[in-house]
């Protein structure tokens, strides 16, 4: 019989591979039960959606099987608690939110932040969408649910907004209070208040991750959601044209401005290359290529994944079922992958390992 001491000394020599530290330290090994020549425990992820899932538990056998008995069985709970790094107690269940954005418009910035918000979820985290696009809000078409209306919760003096759940998803558009055909023009003040309200006055409930989706360009809302709310970081969405690289390098210049301050968590390409659907291993570069990969260098982050033009996308996206939700189609397997980028990267910034470039 082997005992508790054994198998967590066995444990601390696999290390997390983005953390720099082995999963004792961390505090990831929980509930070690032992009997006979079978061990079990839990293995607590930073996030549901860690690319890293199958290596760290390959290494726990590896380790168990090395270090204590060759013939243990080894039976592993992977289980996730997403961290957070949030301190501002105007939020105290959202653990993080992560803008959407790019310079230049049009280029995806809505289908990302919709998908991605799909793909977290479905791997297990519970999930908020905001559309903060109050110049062109996009989000309930995207979701079939145009001419909806929030319910609004009474508790005591205050009243609550109760996000739309769909999908899997929570979402507060600012398109569910305006006139989509109305143009309004919106000045800097009705901007923090529109803002305010999508995130302090609804009932978010319990969320891991928050996505936010914001207009294109560089302007008041970002820079209002810098300086009014806890953003954990961004990601940049561009195509690999010149013009679209050029405009998504202005956004990532704003970012890191004094007074908004948010780590860049790196760049998603879209419509990386055009296939069509008959000819699906036919790859089409007629925007350039690696526009994308060129920038996340030039600005030290990440490279997420690419994302490709596939007429689907774009239909999905107008029908009001994102591709995320198709299990087995590429876009969606890819949109799974740069999910999981933006929760490590993520994790990295809440355990200040993040190379955030805050400069
Ligand atoms: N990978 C893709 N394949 C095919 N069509 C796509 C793809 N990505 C986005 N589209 C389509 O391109 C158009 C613009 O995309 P989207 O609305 O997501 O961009 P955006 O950056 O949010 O735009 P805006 O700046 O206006 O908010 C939409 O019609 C969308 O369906
Ligand atoms: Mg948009």
Not at 92 to 99: A, G, S, Y
Request: net charge negative; glycine share 8%; hydrophobic share 45%.
């Amino acid at each position: 019989m082997y005992t508790k001491e054994q198998i967590l000394s066995a444990l601390s020599n696999v290390e997390e591979p983005d953390l720099k530290k082995d999963l004792v330290t961390l505090n990831m090994i929980e509930d070690v039960e032992i009997s006979g020549n079978e061990v079990r425990f839990s293995v607590i992820l930073t996030t549901p959606a860690c690319p890293l899932k199958a290596m760290i538990e390959n290494a726990c056998i590896n380790a168990i099987h090395h270090f204590v008995d060759k013939n243990a069985v080894v039976k592993i709970n992977m289980t996730s608690r997403v961290t957070t790094a949030a301190k501002d107690p105007s939020f105290p269940n959202i653990k993080n939110i992560v803008l959407v954005a790019s310079g230049k418009g049009g280029v995806g910035k809505s289908t990302v932040a919709v998908n991605l918000a799909i793909s977290l979820s479905k791997q297990g985290a519970k999930v908020g969408l905001i559309d903060a696009d109050i110049y062109g809000p996009s989000i309930p078409m995207m979701f079939k649910l145009e001419g909806a209306k929030p319910a609004a919760e009474k508790n005591g003096d205050k009243v609550s907004l109760l996000p739309i759940e769909k999908y899997g998803i929570k979402l507060l558009s600012i398109g569910f209070f305006v006139d989509p055909n109305q143009a309004i023009p919106w000045r800097g003040p009705m901007v923090t208040t529109a803002l305010k309200q999508l995130f302090n006055d609804a009932n978010w409930g319990e969320l891991d991750y928050l996505i936010v989706d914001t207009p294109p360009g560089t302007g008041d809302v970002h820079i209002t959601l810098g300086q009014q709310f806890p953003i954990t970081g961004a990601v940049i969405v561009t195509t690999p044209q010149n013009i679209a690289v050029a405009d998504a390098r202005k956004g990532m210049a704003m970012f890191r401005m004094d007074g908004i301050k948010i780590p860049v968590l790196g760049v998603i390409e879209n419509m990386s290359y055009f296939s069509p659907a008959e000819m699906p291993d036919h790859q089409y570069f007629i925007f350039g290529k690696d526009g994308g990969k060129k920038l996340a260098e030039q600005f030290e982050v990440p490279f997420l994944g690419e994302i490709p033009l596939v007429q689907s996308v774009g239909e999905s996206s107008d029908s009001g079922a994102p591709i995320s939700l198709q299990e087995n189609h590429p876009t969606a397997i890819a949109m799974v992958n740069i999910a999981s980028k933006v929760a490590q990267q993520v994790a990295l910034i809440n355990a200040g390992l993040h190379k955030n470039n805050l400069i």
